[in-house]
């Protein structure tokens, strides 16, 4: 269907929002599909693939016959993101390295746009569709099923889909576990535990269990915690993005629940879950766009929250009105459903896991074999397979200009958290390992011409 107006006819306002959710919809994946300008790249790339058009009810442009069905389209298997490391127009692509929001896989993004206009024969898009309607709950519980079956989830946990993102979540869990005793354990070991520590004072009596140091890069030995017994709950970060610094094992708390920040790496290896009382992610690292957390919460601890928590942070409210309670983020609810489809096509939590062992391991020998040209600051036992921080000759006129030539050999987002500076790049679960393996080529030319 083509959009065709007359000079004296207004255009009439859906008109208008399906031209405009279009040309931006074809702009981000122009972006990602942006192919190399060489000599001689179509021929190599063979015929070029058209773009999808955009107008309701066009079969071919739906991969689904309802929403969120785990049907994939050919190109699922044979895409860009699913890891082939023939397909030319990958080694030609822009690659973003952002910390989050994220990159997100280019099926997925395809999918989205190929029935943004009509989900799965609604005559609706999902970004007008009613929470209450059937097909969106529907989506909800799909949504909850995939997250048990990626990470074996109990049926003693909640899946909740929550708002306000990790930051939320650094009031929602003191506001919901706390009261059990008043007091709660925190291991600081970056930014973001430093910060939910700071946000518990508010609410009951937080301690931390190793003196914080002055700069973060390691993990404090834990047979120097002091852990309370009486504490409501411990809470961990299990991979700080700013410093790079990951848990590679779980903490022990002697019966104590424990709760997890894992915003960053959750889904990309798999969890024992039932060593959590509380595990929340913000989604816009490794699961989705911005806008939902997920909270995996037990049974036995949706009763303790304080009288003045808001019904909105509830865990016991949302997960009696199965994250209903109030309008959802539905999109990017949705949005995350896709993922898990992703993730579930291409291997599971299993394989996210062996490509981020294989993906960081390049890049951190790059580094350390570089002869002090690249320095990294995080203990080799802890260092993050999402998030991989480091200086080029710890000067900052050789990182700008590190960063200048990455982005005219189309490498994005590398630049440094603002309060550590540097280079980081975030190898999340949709990075695959051809482009790491590009960046590497790269960094070794950079050092070899510098």
């Given at each position: 269907?083509?959009?065709?107006?007359?000079?004296?006819?207004?255009?009439?306002?859906?008109?208008?929002?399906?031209?405009?959710?279009?040309?931006?919809?074809?702009?981000?994946?122009?972006?990602?599909?942006?192919?190399?300008?060489?000599?001689?790249?179509s021929?190599?790339?063979?015929?070029?693939?058209?773009?999808?058009?955009?107008?309701?009810?066009?079969?071919?442009?739906?991969?689904?016959?309802?929403?969120?069905?785990?049907s994939?389209?050919?190109?699922?298997?044979?895409?860009?993101?699913?890891?082939?490391?023939?397909?030319?127009?990958?080694?030609?692509?822009?690659?973003?390295?952002?910390?989050?929001?994220?990159?997100?896989?280019?099926?997925?993004?395809?999918?989205?746009?190929?029935?943004?206009?009509?989900?799965?024969?609604?005559?609706v898009?999902?970004?007008?569709?009613?929470?209450?309607?059937?097909?969106?709950?529907?989506?909800?519980?799909?949504?909850?099923?995939?997250?048990?079956k990626?990470?074996?989830?109990?049926?003693?946990?909640?899946?909740?889909?929550?708002?306000?993102?990790?930051?939320?979540?650094f009031?929602?869990?003191?506001?919901?576990?706390i009261?059990?005793?008043?007091?709660?354990?925190?291991?600081?070991?970056?930014?973001?535990?430093?910060?939910?520590a700071?946000?518990a004072?508010k609410?009951?009596?937080?301690?931390?269990?190793?003196?914080?140091?002055?700069?973060?890069?390691?993990?404090?030995?834990p047979?120097?915690?002091?852990?309370?017994?009486?504490?409501?709950?411990?809470?961990?970060?299990?991979?700080?993005?700013?410093e790079?610094?990951?848990?590679?094992?779980?903490?022990?708390?002697?019966?104590?629940?424990?709760?997890?920040?894992?915003?960053?790496?959750?889904?990309?290896k798999?969890?024992?879950?039932?060593?959590?009382?509380?595990?929340?992610?913000?989604?816009?690292?490794?699961?989705?766009?911005?806008?939902?957390?997920?909270?995996?919460?037990?049974?036995?601890?949706?009763?303790?929250?304080?009288?003045?928590?808001?019904?909105?942070?509830?865990?016991?409210v949302?997960?009696?009105?199965?994250?209903?309670?109030?309008?959802?983020?539905?999109?990017?609810?949705?949005?995350?459903?896709?993922?898990?489809?992703?993730?579930?096509?291409?291997?599971?939590?299993?394989?996210?896991?062996?490509?981020?062992i294989?993906?960081?391991?390049?890049?951190?020998?790059?580094i350390?074999?570089?002869?002090?040209?690249?320095?990294?600051?995080?203990d080799?036992s802890?260092?993050?397979?999402?998030?991989?921080?480091?200086?080029?000759?710890?000067?900052?006129?050789?990182?700008?200009?590190?960063?200048?030539?990455?982005?005219?050999?189309?490498?994005?987002?590398?630049?440094?958290?603002?309060?550590?500076?540097?280079?980081?790049?975030?190898?999340?679960?949709?990075?695959?390992?051809?482009?790491?393996?590009?960046?590497?080529?790269?960094?070794?030319?950079?050092?070899?011409?510098?």
């Amino acid at each position: 269907m083509t959009l065709t107006l007359q000079a004296d006819q207004p255009m009439s306002v859906r008109n208008y929002v399906e031209t405009l959710v279009n040309e931006t919809l074809a702009a981000v994946l122009e972006q990602q599909h942006s192919r190399s300008t060489a000599a001689g790249s179509s021929a190599a790339e063979g015929a070029p693939q058209s773009r999808p058009t955009h107008c309701r009810n066009n079969s071919s442009t739906s991969t689904s016959t309802s929403p969120h069905s785990n049907s994939s389209s050919p190109q699922d298997t044979t895409s860009r993101t699913t890891g082939s490391t023939n397909n030319s127009k990958t080694m030609g692509d822009f690659v973003y390295f952002g910390a989050g929001p994220a990159k997100l896989p280019t099926t997925v993004l395809e999918r989205i746009q190929g029935e943004l206009l009509d989900l799965g024969g609604s005559h609706v898009s999902i970004l007008e569709m009613s929470h209450r309607s059937p097909e969106f709950m529907k989506i909800v519980d799909d949504t909850v099923a995939k997250a048990r079956k990626l990470l074996n989830i109990p049926d003693n946990y909640q899946v909740l889909f929550m708002q306000g993102g990790g930051t939320g979540q650094f009031s929602g869990v003191p506001l919901n576990l706390i009261g059990r005793t008043g007091k709660a354990d925190y291991i600081v070991t970056g930014s973001w535990s430093a910060k939910a520590a700071k946000e518990a004072e508010k609410y009951g009596q937080p301690r931390l269990v190793a003196p914080k140091p002055a700069t973060f890069g390691a993990i404090p030995d834990p047979a120097s915690w002091s852990l309370d017994p009486e504490a409501s709950y411990v809470y961990y970060c299990d991979n700080e993005t700013v410093e790079g610094v990951e848990f590679h094992f779980v903490p022990e708390t002697n019966g104590v629940p424990l709760v997890a920040d894992m915003s960053s790496n959750i889904f990309s290896k798999p969890i024992d879950i039932s060593k959590y009382g509380l595990i929340y992610a913000g989604a816009q690292k490794n699961i989705g766009p911005a806008g939902v957390t997920i909270v995996i919460v037990r049974d036995d601890l949706l009763n303790h929250a304080l009288p003045i928590t808001p019904n909105v942070l509830s865990y016991k409210v949302m997960a009696k009105e199965n994250s209903l309670h109030n309008t959802p983020p539905c999109f990017a609810i949705y949005a995350v459903g896709l993922v898990f489809d992703w993730i579930l096509e291409n291997g599971g939590v299993e394989e996210m896991e062996r490509r981020a062992i294989e993906k960081s391991d390049l890049l951190y020998n790059l580094i350390d074999k570089s002869n002090g040209f690249y320095t990294s600051v995080v203990d080799p036992s802890c260092r993050s397979r999402m998030n991989v921080p480091f200086r080029v000759k710890k000067d900052e006129k050789v990182e700008e200009k590190f960063l200048k030539e990455a982005k005219a050999a189309k490498f994005l987002g590398l630049k440094g958290h603002r309060s550590v500076g540097g280079i980081r790049a975030s190898i999340y679960n949709a990075i695959l390992p051809e482009q790491v393996s590009r960046l590497g080529s790269f960094i070794e030319e950079f050092a070899a011409n510098n």
